[in-house]
């Protein structure tokens, strides 16, 4: 059942991603006059207020790709040191998998970045989907299911995962507003993203049980929580 779910989830989020890749492969007007209508409105407050505009400048580099894969390679240190390599090991494994996998959409679709009036920003190569979004999704959703088996509450559980869809979603937002990308390059960054975290921790799982392990449920444990309680010291 657990296992079902998570095959869900991943489907749940697959399909948004699908669909918005078809309709902008096939240049859907609809979809080209919503993304453009909203990258207007945005780009004009964006104008309006160049004290905002530069808070998100930063704040969008900061949530940068780079800063989750920094993060996600020291966290895999800590963990190895701990004596938790497996878990170390699929950290790096999916972020850099989950990267690869953006340049090659991003390779095989080629959409034009928004070309607005008066910019303020700039970021180069093709826009869907946005590399921002996804490795946000990647970095918070592994950074969580690594933290999780140290929460002994499920309120606590709930506030992280709060915390880290917010952080989704200003990264998201802040591409759009900076006019580097479409709303429907974000939200398909997002998607995949999420995509790939369960994916592999619905495969981590599934290597957990053939060891014998007992079933978890990595979205309220982490993926790998006898990880912690098996006094590991590395």
């Not at 704040?59 to 993060?71: K, M, Y």
């Amino acid at each position: 059942m657990r296992l079902t779910m998570a095959m869900a989830a991943v489907a749940i989020f697959t399909v948004p991603f699908v669909i918005l890749l078809v309709l902008v492969r096939t240049s859907s007007t609809p979809l080209t006059s919503l993304d453009e209508s909203i990258a207007l409105s945005l780009h004009a407050h964006a104008l309006e207020n160049p004290g905002y505009t530069a808070f998100l400048n930063v704040a969008t580099e900061v949530f940068g790709p780079w800063t989750w894969r920094v993060l996600v390679v020291l966290t895999a240190v800590w963990l190895w040191r701990r004596g938790a390599p497996r878990l170390a090991i699929w950290a790096v494994a999916t972020i850099t998998f989950g990267g690869l996998l953006n340049l090659a959409v991003k390779g095989i679709v080629d959409r034009a970045r928004p070309d607005l009036p008066n910019p303020v920003a700039w970021a180069p190569g093709a826009s869907f989907p946005s590399g921002h979004a996804m490795g946000a999704a990647l970095g918070v959703c592994i950074l969580v299911l690594i933290l999780l088996p140290f929460l002994r509450s499920p309120a606590s559980r709930i506030a992280v995962w709060a915390v880290a869809a917010v952080i989704m979603v200003f990264v998201a937002y802040s591409r759009v507003a900076l006019g580097v990308h479409w709303t429907s390059d974000v939200i398909a960054g997002v998607a995949l993203g999420i995509v790939v975290v369960v994916g592999a921790a619905a495969g981590f799982e599934t290597w957990r049980r053939g060891e014998g392990r007992r079933p978890a449920e990595p979205h309220m444990e982490g993926v790998e929580p006898e990880a912690f309680r098996e006094g590991h010291s590395g």
